[in-house]
């Protein structure tokens, strides 16, 4: 069974510092794995997949296969970057689900 | 083009009773998928829907059912409803065809007293 670990549930950096959020999984076949993010009242929005190899708002995303990681990182944290960070593994085979991680709330101090 | 859609935002029910969520959604999308989002557990998938078919079911019991229509919208039914059912129900849409990006809509806030 796959399994998406975020082991930080609050990340507090100041404004203009860099920002690593953690991701770890478990899945026997070929991960296709996501980013997504829930501002405050607002919908669960994606901000990154892998398979783009995309950076958006300063985020990117590397996925590690031999440490099973596909951290969050940004070199500069704003203000508006504070949110719950979820990272999610979208498993295939005619399954297609997505499993998350429990989130990261990323607070960025001013 | 428009996002997904719930409705209605927000219930209140009581324990043993049934509710019906709804879910509309992106245009030419034809998989929606289901999940709930509680504290405790987190985001936790129900089921999805393809072309009116369930391909998938998560681990919830057979209280939650669901279903699909031919314009692709889709419903979830829970029935003989518990306190612990209270929670935000999330419907995500997506092409469908393999592994595509899910789109979320805004969800419905469930409360059971």
């Known amino acids: 069974a796959q399994r998406v670990t975020q082991p930080e549930k609050l990340l507090s950096v100041f404004k203009g510092a860099p920002v690593e959020l953690k991701c770890n999984y478990s899945?026997?076949?070929?991960?296709?794995l996501f980013w997504y993010v829930q501002y405050s009242r607002q919908r669960l929005q994606l901000l990154l997949r892998?398979?783009s190899r995309e950076s958006i708002k300063g985020f990117t995303a590397d996925l590690n296969k031999g440490e099973t990681s596909f951290h969050l990182k940004k070199p500069f944290a704003q203000e508006e970057d504070s949110a719950m960070y979820y990272c999610?593994?979208?498993?295939?085979?005619?399954?297609?689900?997505?499993?998350f991680g429990k989130g990261t709330k990323l607070s960025v101090i001013p | 083009k428009a996002g997904v859609t719930q409705t209605p935002r927000y219930l209140i029910k009581t324990r043993g009773q049934q509710v019906t969520l709804s879910c509309s959604p992106i245009?030419?999308?034809?998989?929606v998928s289901w999940y709930q989002q509680t504290p405790g557990q987190g985001l936790q998938f129900l089921f999805e829907?393809?072309?009116?078919?369930?391909?998938n079911k998560g681990n919830f019991p057979g209280r939650f059912s669901g279903r699909q229509f031919s314009n692709s919208r889709s419903e979830m039914n829970v029935s003989t409803l518990e306190l612990g059912d209270s929670a935000l129900y999330l419907c995500?849409?997506?092409?469908?065809?393999?592994?595509?990006?899910?789109?979320f809509g805004p969800g419905t806030r469930l409360l059971v007293l």
């Open positions: 995500a849409s997506s092409l469908g065809a393999g592994l595509e990006t899910q789109y």
């Open positions: 899945y026997s076949g070929s991960p296709e």
């Open positions: 892998h398979i």
């Open positions: 999610a593994l979208l498993s295939g085979a005619g399954s297609y689900q997505l499993t």
């Open positions: 245009s030419g999308h034809r998989s």
């Open positions: 829907y393809f072309s009116e078919t369930q391909r």
